[in-house]
């Protein structure tokens, strides 16, 4: 009965010969009636007039709707198969019906499209836009046939009792479907979104989605969706499905074939009604929750352009030429070990030469007692015609000849055999008193004006070597239980971001992100391998010295025994593993870079920087050095206010005052211990000591300070930290993290520069491997940080602010400028380890009362 009324209203209310009822339109009938069965046709005895127009495009339509009529517009059009036109839908209102808004409904062979104008939307704290133009994009459904007429109505519907005056316009749109490297521009609002079709052509798996735009804001969001119906084109769900991005001037989306079955997507732009998640201003909260906000014009013209991405030609020959450059250091390194050891077997030969018998040195060096080579083999090792022997004075005189053929100390049979007590006295008699506490008591020797080595490595060796190799089991064990959730966590993250095709989750250079599998930056992972096979190399080379140290303290080599710095390789083991764990969790962090997971990305370049200090450090003091738990302590202290920077430290007053403080009074107690050599005790009484001191040597006399190199060093440091102290809390930089590296780089550039300039004041020179490396280390760095300051991205600013940094490829097209910075300061920090390692070889041959500690 509801079917027959409404087919009777329908012939009763409509003017014009009968149309001829095809299946669509009986289906359009069918539609109308069910909805006033459902919906009522308003008061009773009301009817609601149903008025049905075939419509054309490109024709402006001016009509009135009311709550008593309803308008459906019929529009058909033939699709191809070999050819893809998009539909638009234009709709003005033209008059304020903002309490009663016009409602359009569009019906699809496979979807149904509503919307109200004025078109509300909704920003941040639920405050309304309203919008009374509306534009909207058919979507397409596919066809298997050739050629296709396929039909789709527009209701038009209100409830407002007046009338409220509209205009419809429906129109093609010829240029739908984007074009590999070839430019297209339009343009987009909250209200009046675009989106177009782009099918991957034969042979292209891979493409890179690039939108670029001249206005800042504003704010918009890209978004990649499959073909199909409907499509999420508006602000408030464009979220729902595919990958999508926000942007301001620039945005990137890698897109791949195996992801759309279809082989084909749709590049959707949409406007967002606000800019706070672009980082533009925030707007007026409303006084009142129904007050509407005008939007004003938020027009934003905008280019896209689809261009193919890399093959996988391009991955191997990345993947190559990363494995090449690090392999070449193999590869010197062992050419150099090989040089060494052909080296050393020659010196072995006149150092045993030094210990033998006349007759025995002779005969290994294959001459006669008058340095002629003997003309048969049976005069080897016999007495000459003449019944004379080599003298000693012959064979110090050859060996020492020999040495200094070939590059090596000077040094007499008498200095070797000297007595081991007599090479350890650095004691100055004239100043102290003869008794065994000189020996004994560390307040005597370590308050010496002038100390040497030998005062410092008085315990026992393998005391020593037990406690500095506890520092690498520990960073071992820390290392196996930071990675493990650090790995687990970069793998959550990348399949939430796989999952939800949230773009803005993970700070990658969009235009330089080449995805491998899951992986969606693979060639920033693959950068960091330097700093894990640099590391092993490192380790090896570590092990080699270590072997030959330990060989050389077998047969009691006495220039192993009490010549130059004590050899104590725990700290270079640590600092090896140190090396490659940065390069794991820097690949980590890269997986998906953002403040959460910055600190993965810092936390062993913290350790780096300590250890090379502490290093530095036990050349000149194995004694007192720091213990590895001590250290390791201090340093996660530094790791856990880096966390608490990242968290907190954003502005935040309170914060940076107890940071600077703390800061400041840790570079006095570190200062306190550094120049008292540990001879003082943090107790009651240190106030009561401290005001003695300044009147003894302040007022009563001006004295200088009895440690004048310790003492310049150590003000050079507390004006460094204390100026950084003091930039952090007026400033107050976003990136605490980085802040805090730079504090760590600053002490370590000082220290070292300390180091070098007091070991050429000391009169000791440096030798032509190590000198090679410290120039060659400090070019690199040079070069590292310029690539490091580029900035392509960074997470202290929205994901969109953070893409307008985006830029291409400039190596191979496969790494990008903070790629070159990994392979850099990957091998500055090697070279800056051989450094350390290499620095004091001249001291090999020197006793350890003649170096001085500083």
Known sequence: ????????????????????????????????????????????????????????????????????????????????????????????????????????????????????????????????????????????????????????FVDVSTLSSLGTNYQLRVSRVESFTLQTDKKFSFTASPSQPQYFKYVFPDGVDTVIVKVNSEMTFPCSVMSIQDIQCPVYDLDNNVAFIGMYQTMTKKGAITVQRKDFPSNSFYVVVVVKTEDEACGGPLRFYPLRPDELIDAGNRSKFIDVIVTPAINSEVYVMGMLFCLGIFLSFYLLTLLMTCLENKRMKKREVFQIAADMSPAETASLLGKNGDGKTPASPYEYGSFADNGSTLSSEAITDSATSTDNNYGYVEQSLDSIGRSRQESLSSVE??????????????????????????????????????????????IATIAVFYALPVVQLVITYQ?????????DICFYNFLCAHPLGALSAFNNILSNLGYVLLGLLFLLIVLKRDIVHNRALVRNDLNALECGIPKHFGL???????????????????????????????????????????????????????????????????????VLGV?????????????SVIHILSTMLLSTQLYYMGRWRLDSGMLRRIVYVIYTDCIRQCSGPMYIDRMVLLVMGNIVNWSLAAYGLIERPNDFASYLLAIAICNLLLYF???????????????????????????????????????????????????EHNRDCILLSFFDDHDIWHFLSSIAMFGSFLVLLTMDDDLDTVQRDKILAF
């Open 572 to 642: 270079y083991y640590a600092m090896g593993t140190a090396l490659m764990m940065e390069g794991l969790l820097s690949a980590c962090y890269h997986v998906c870079p953002n403040y959460t997971n910055f600190q993965f990305d810092t936390s062993f370049m913290y350790m780096i920087a300590g250890l090379c200090m502490l290093k530095l450090y036990q050349k000149r003091h194995p004694d007192i050095n720091a213990s590895a738990y001590t250290a390791y302590a201090c340093l996660a202290g530094v790791i856990f206010f880096s």
């Open 1 to 152: 009965m509801v079917l027959r009324s409404c087919w009777k209203s329908r012939h009763k209310n409509s003017s014009g010969p009968a149309p001829c009822w095809t299946r669509p339109r009986l289906a359009a009938l069918l539609w109308l009636c069910v909805t006033q069965f459902v919906c009522g046709s308003g008061a009773e005895g009301e009817t609601n007039t149903v008025i049905q127009k075939d419509a054309e495009f490109d024709v402006t339509y001016n009509d009135t709707v009311t709550s008593e009529n309803q308008t459906i517009y019929a529009f058909n059009h033939t699709v191809s198969r070999n050819k893809t036109e998009g539909v638009r839908v234009f709709v003005d209102v033209l008059s304020q019906g903002f309490e009663s808004p016009i409602l359009f409904v569009v019906r699809q062979k496979q979807a149904v499209v509503s919307f109200q104008v004025p078109l509300i939307l909704r920003g941040l704290y639920q405050r309304k836009y309203p919008y009374s133009h509306v534009g909207r994009t058919l979507c397409q459904p596919p066809t298997r046939a050739a050629s296709e007429t396929q039909y789709f």
């Open 429 to 474: 008699e004239d100043d102290y008193d003869t008794l065994d506490d000189i020996n004994s008591d560390k307040n005597i020797v370590r308050t010496k004006k002038f100390l040497c080595v030998s005062d410092l490595s008085r315990k026992d060796k393998r005391i020593l070597s037990k406690k500095y190799q506890i520092y690498f089991w520990n």
């Open 495 to 503: 399949t939430v971001v796989n999952v939800t095709g949230n773009q």
């Open 753 to 803: 520069a300390f180091y070098i300039i007091m070991k050429l004041r000391s009169g000791e020179r440096i030798q032509c491997l190590a000198l090679v490396c410290i120039l060659f280390t400090a070019v690199v760095w040079g070069f590292a940080l310029y690539f490091f300051f580029q900035g392509l991205s960074t997470w202290q600013k929205t994901p969109a602010e953070s893409r």
């Open 647 to 659: 968290v907190f430290g954003k502005g935040n007053t309170v914060f940076w005052i107890i940071f």
